[in-house]
Structures are given as structure tokens and as C-alpha cells.
């Protein structure tokens, strides 16, 4: 077979291919070169037809040096994305280091809350029975009360008793 050869997507290896004619019914210039990028990249473009599967496309012809730019940026590009996703990793993993850090301090903060809580119940406990102990002492203070004034009455009584006595005696 004679013309060229080109890589067919469709057929997935290198077919003979024939050049087509432009589409005039879209664009009535003969011009073939064109750019994109803003003037970035300057490219003649063909329409091609593959003579095996009939499979057609347009194919760029460019400078080397742009295909060379190209791969370059393209493999600066993969570079940049496996840092990013080695980044991402270790920042995963801070994150986790993180969380189970947050889980042993809420864990913290719950025994410390309970404690609390216990230590609250308890100290309630101890002002009821200070309170307790407090009404016994003043029932005790107003029985020694009670009883001091027995005892001086009964002293009293007794002094009286000894005078009668006494007086008896002589």
C-alpha cells in the first residue's frame, strides 16, 4: 500500500492513511494553519481517513520543540500531582493522629465531667450532713443548756437541804 502512515484510534495500531480534502461546506478559506492557546501553539491541520476501518480525523502538525514543551510540562505536571498526592497522604494521617488525639481528650474531658459530677454528689452529701450535725449540736446545746439549769437547780436544792440540815444539828 502506498501513502501514509498514521496511528488510527480506532484500530488502535498504524494504518495507511489518505489525506481528505478540506470541509468546504464549514469553512470556505484554504487556510490550514491555525492556533490555539492564544497564539500559544501554531499547528497545520489535516483531515485524514483511515483506509482500513474508514475511521476519519483531523490530525496537528507541529514544531517539535512544542511536542518536547509539551511532555515536559506534562511530566512537571505528573511530578507536582504525586508530591500533591504524598502531601495529601501525610496530611491524611496527621488527621488521623488528630482525631484519635480529639477522642482521647473528649474521653478525657468525659471521666473529668463524671469525677466532677461524683465529686459534686459527694460534697452535696457532706454539707447535708455538716447541716445534720450542726441541728444535733444545737439540740445537745439546748439539752446541756437544759441540764446546767438542773443541775444549778438541783445544787440550789441541795445547798438549802445543807443549811436545813446544819441548822438541825446545832
Known sequence: ????????????????????PPDWNKSKSRNFNYSIGGELIHFFQRNLCCLKC??????????RMVLKDLIDSKVGL???VELMQEDLDSQKKEIGALKTSLSIANNAIKSRNELVTDMGSKINDY??????????????????????DDFEELTNAL???????ETEEV
Open 1 to 20: 500500500m502506498s501513502g501514509i502512515e498514521k496511528w488510527c484510534t480506532n484500530c488502535g495500531e498504524l494504518q495507511y492513511v489518505k489525506v481528505l
Open 78 to 80: 505528573e511530578s507536582d
Open 159 to 165: 445547798k438549802v437541804i445543807m443549811k436545813h440540815v
Open 54 to 63: 474508514g475511521n476519519e480525523w483531523y490530525s496537528a502538525e507541529v514544531k
Open 127 to 148: 454539707i447535708a450532713l455538716v447541716k445534720s450535725l450542726e441541728k444535733s449540736q444545737q439540740g445537745l446545746t439546748i439539752a446541756i443548756e437544759q441540764k446546767s
